[in-house]
C-alpha cells in the first residue's frame, strides 16, 4: 500500500533552518509529484509548493519564493523541503502528500516549532 | 493566484440534517476542483476530485457538483463522524500551483 512517512517533530530558534524528509513506498516513486502543505495552529491548510520527481522541476508559492526548497531522490523514494529564515509565524503541521487526481494519499505531519 | 472562498465559515446542524458547503473560485477553474474533510489531530482525507467524483471508500451520502466558479459539496444525512472541517481545494493549473479555500467547520447543534 501507498504510504508517506514523515520525519519527527523540530524545535527551531527564529532565524533557523529546518528540513523535513518523507519516505515513499509502495508506488513508482517517479510517476507522481510531492506537494508540500502547512497548517498553523488552529488554522488552515496553505500550500507551500511541488516538486515533480521525475525531473525535479518545483513550484513554489510565491510567499516561499526563495526561502524553501523541495528536493527528491529517486534511489531512497524521499522528497524534502527545507525552510529557511524561520519565523514564529512557520510554526506549523507541514505535510508532503501526493494530489493527483484520485491517487491522494498524505503523510502524518511533522510539527515544527519554532521558539526563542 | 487562484482565491477560494467557502462558506459559511460554521454550520451548526444536527445529524441526519442535510449539510451544503460552498466554494466559490475568483477565476475559471473548469471541474478541478476537490473536497477534503479534516478531523482534530489528523491529516486530510479526499472526499470528491474532479467537482463531482467521489474518491476511494466516500459513502455516498457526500456528492459534489458545480463548474467554472461555484462548487457545492452536499451530505445527504450527517452522520457522528461527519462533523469535521471540509475544505476545497482547486487542482487547475499545470503545472500544480494549488491552493485551499479557508474552511468550512461542521459542528454539532
Known amino acids: 500500500q501507498v504510504q508517506l512517512v514523515q520525519s519527527g517533530g523540530e524545535v527551531k530558534k527564529p532565524g533557523a533552518s529546518v528540513k523535513v524528509s518523507c519516505k515513499t513506498s509502495?508506488?513508482?516513486?517517479?510517476?507522481?509529484?510531492i506537494t508540500w502543505v502547512r497548517q498553523a495552529p488552529g488554522q488552515g491548510l496553505e500550500w507551500m509548493g511541488w516538486?515533480?520527481?521525475?525531473?525535479?522541476?518545483?513550484q513554489h508559492a510565491q510567499k516561499f519564493q526563495g526561502r524553501v526548497t523541495m528536493t527528491t531522490d529517486t534511489i531512497t523514494r524521499t522528497a524534502d523541503m527545507e525552510l529557511r529564515s524561520l519565523r514564529s509565524d512557520d510554526t506549523a503541521v507541514y505535510y508532503c502528500?501526493?494530489?493527483?487526481?484520485?491517487?491522494?494519499?498524505w503523510g502524518q505531519g511533522t510539527l515544527v516549532t519554532v521558539s526563542s | 493566484e487562484i482565491v477560494l472562498t467557502q462558506s459559511p465559515a460554521t454550520l451548526s446542524l444536527s445529524p441526519g440534517q442535510r449539510a451544503s458547503l460552498s466554494c466559490r473560485a475568483s477565476q475559471n477553474v473548469g471541474a478541478y476542483l476537490a473536497w477534503y474533510q479534516q478531523k482534530p489531530g489528523q491529516a486530510p482525507r479526499l472526499l470528491i476530485y474532479?467537482?463531482?467524483n467521489r474518491a476511494t471508500g466516500i459513502p455516498a451520502r457526500f456528492s459534489g457538483s458545480g463548474s467554472g466558479t461555484d462548487f457545492t459539496l452536499t451530505i445527504s444525512r450527517l452522520e457522528a463522524e461527519d462533523f469535521a472541517v471540509y475544505y476545497c481545494?482547486?487542482?487547475?493549473?499545470?503545472?500544480?500551483?494549488?491552493?485551499f479555500g479557508g474552511g468550512t467547520k461542521v459542528e454539532i447543534k
Open positions: 474532479d467537482a463531482s
Open positions: 516538486i515533480n520527481a521525475y525531473n525535479g522541476n518545483t
Open positions: 509502495g508506488y513508482t516513486f517517479t510517476s507522481y509529484g
Open positions: 481545494q482547486q487542482r487547475s493549473n499545470w503545472p500544480p500551483k494549488l491552493t
Open positions: 502528500a501526493i494530489t493527483s487526481d484520485a491517487f491522494d494519499f
